[in-house]
Structures are given as structure tokens and as C-alpha cells.
């Protein structure tokens, strides 16, 4: 079928051109400013069908907030081994500060219909890896119970979220921040993905990896034909 050859694309296209009420919507989302999301959700129906520069909602409240790292034009986008580890807590700490309000924010925009599942080709990381990465236990349980998917597929490098979670270092690279997540956080979202029937992380690769072990006994074991020709002749 289209789907198993990959022919169907797993990007959410969004066809309505965002309002001055939605702009104002995303803003707040960005920016964590819990008040004026509030007042802006008010004024927009159906937020599922929004994206702004590309990305969704979801997308828009789960990411960082814009200027969590503040740094001259001038100077060199740091990456995360860069910082010391001061620079690292501080950021984590100014990370921190906006995740309750950000968890209420999720839990009004779920209400008023944000999709749990929608990706786009800007914003290619489903809402539960970005709650994974940047967010708390509490934001992924809330996806969960709004009907994400806790085996959903990322495009970029097709991981669910468990795997995205062991595995994710590169797009935290791409970041330019440290680990926002600590190791308690990230055991008890783990616990509530596999509660909610996530697969055992990397099964397909060691599905594929088998397959190619069995592929290659069975040639050692089978003669070439031209050899069985020969033995013929002798």
C-alpha cells in the first residue's frame, strides 16, 4: 500500500491562512506567557487547524521559549559542551521556571481540540518527542491521555519516543541547548510510554539485523550452482 512504501506523506498540511488572533495565539505559546494564551485561545476556534511559519501549536508551546539562551549576534552559537556548568544550570533553571505554566497552557490548548499527533515538514517531531525532550512527566501523561500515539513515528530518523528519548542527543545538538531533562524525569516519562504500550525500543533494527544473520547462514550453507556443475563432470 501507499502507506508501507512511504509514498504517503506523514506531514500535516495547513491551508488557512493565520488570523492576527492566531499570530497573537502562537506568540503567547512561544514566549510561555500563560495570560495572554489564555486570552488569545478565547478568540480562535478550531487551533488545530493553525500552523505559524510551520509549525503547530503543540509544537509552538512544547519547544523552549524564545531567548532561553541569551547571546550577542556577534558571538558563535554555542553548543551544548560548550557551557559550563553554571551556563548549563542557569539555563535549566530559566527552563524550569516556565514548565507550570506551560503544563496548564497544554492541558487548555488539548481541551479547545490542538492535535496530539500532528507533525509538519517544519516541525518534524510529533508532540510527545518534544514533550520528551523539553517538557515534564505531567505534559507527556496529558498527551498520553488525549490520545497520542506512544508509538508514533518522528520522520527525520523514524523513532518513536522511546527511542527518540535514548537516543537523541543529535537534535539536541541542533538545539544549541544542554539536556533540559533530568534522568528522573526522563525514568518516570519512560514509565508512562510503556504503560501506555510502547514497544521495546530499536525492535525493528534488531528485526532487520536478524533477518540479514539468517540471509547470511543460508548462503554459507548453499553451494554456488557452478560448483554443483562441476563435481558433475569429474
Not at 532561553?68 to 554555542?78: D, F, I, N, Y
Not at 488539548?110 to 496530539?116: D, E, K, L, N, Y
Not at 501523561?141 to 535514548?166: H, K
Request: hydrophobic letters at 40%; glycine letters at 4%; aromatic letters at 8%.
Amino acid at each position: 500500500t501507499a502507506a508501507d512504501c512511504g509514498c504517503v506523506s506523514p506531514y500535516r498540511e495547513y491551508t488557512r491562512e493565520p488570523t492576527p488572533e492566531v499570530i497573537a495565539l502562537f506568540k503567547a505559546a512561544r514566549n510561555a506567557d500563560e495570560a495572554a494564551f489564555t486570552r488569545a485561545l478565547a478568540a480562535v476556534s478550531e487551533p488545530q487547524e493553525y500552523a505559524v511559519d510551520g509549525e503547530p501549536l503543540l509544537a509552538a508551546l512544547l519547544r523552549p521559549v524564545d531567548g532561553l539562551v541569551a547571546t550577542q549576534p556577534s558571538e558563535r552559537r554555542k553548543v551544548w559542551w560548550d557551557y559550563t556548568p553554571a551556563e548549563a544550570r542557569a539555563i535549566r533553571e530559566r527552563h524550569r521556571a516556565t514548565l507550570p505554566a506551560k503544563t496548564r497552557m497544554l492541558a487548555l490548548a488539548i481541551q479547545r481540540g490542538a492535535s496530539v499527533k500532528d507533525m509538519s515538514y517544519q516541525m518534524r517531531q510529533p508532540p510527545l518527542h518534544l514533550a520528551a525532550l523539553f517538557g515534564t512527566p505531567e505534559m507527556v501523561d496529558q498527551l498520553l491521555a488525549a490520545g497520542a500515539d506512544a508509538n508514533q513515528r518522528e520522520w527525520d530518523r523514524n523513532l518513536s519516543p522511546v527511542e527518540f528519548m535514548l537516543d537523541h542527543e543529535f537534535y539536541t545538538r541542533m538545539t544549541y541547548l544542554p539536556e533540559l531533562v533530568d534522568a528522573e524525569d526522563r525514568g518516570r516519562m519512560l514509565l508512562a510510554l510503556f504503560k501506555a504500550g510502547a514497544e521495546r525500543p530499536f525492535k525493528r533494527v534488531d528485526e532487520r539485523l536478524a533477518q540479514a544473520c539468517h540471509h547470511r547462514e543460508r548462503r554459507q550453507f548453499v553451494r554456488p550452482r557452478h560448483n554443483r556443475r562441476q563435481r558433475l563432470t569429474e
